[in-house]
């Protein structure tokens, strides 16, 4: 079992940054392939960003592209997401996400509580 824990969210005025933390459970972290999404009010949950086990290897939604940026720290088992330039359209509440099996497909099987993030215009 993995448990992954978000922190960081908050109320912030748009043009604004934030820096969200999630920190996993789990002595093979270096393997996990990590990924943030989001889910604003009334809509599906949709991918931000995610990055390799080593952290060599980031991809970023278009929506985010140049604002935000992912990072790891693997000998503390957290990833970030550090959020610039805040829009109001990036409220929403914020989940990590794991792939542990190592092979880096991107079949997310542990999903974190959420941390809510609003952004105010």
């Known amino acids: 079992q993995v448990q992954l824990v978000e922190s960081g969210g908050g109320l912030v005025q748009a043009g604004g940054s934030l820096r969200l933390s999630c920190a996993a459970s789990?002595?093979?972290?270096?393997?996990?392939?990590m990924g943030w999404f989001r889910q604003a009010p009334g809509k599906e949950r949709e991918f931000v960003a995610y990055i390799s086990g080593s952290g060599l290897i980031k991809y970023y939604a278009d929506a985010v592209k140049g604002r935000f940026t992912i990072s790891r720290d693997n000998a503390k088992n957290t990833v970030y997401v550090q959020m610039r330039s805040l829009k109001p359209e990036d409220t929403a509440v914020y989940y990590c996400a794991a792939d542990t099996s190592g092979l880096g497909n991107r079949n997310y099987d542990y999903w974190g509580q959420g941390t809510q993030v609003t952004v105010s215009s």
């Open positions: 789990g002595r093979t972290f270096s393997r996990y392939t």
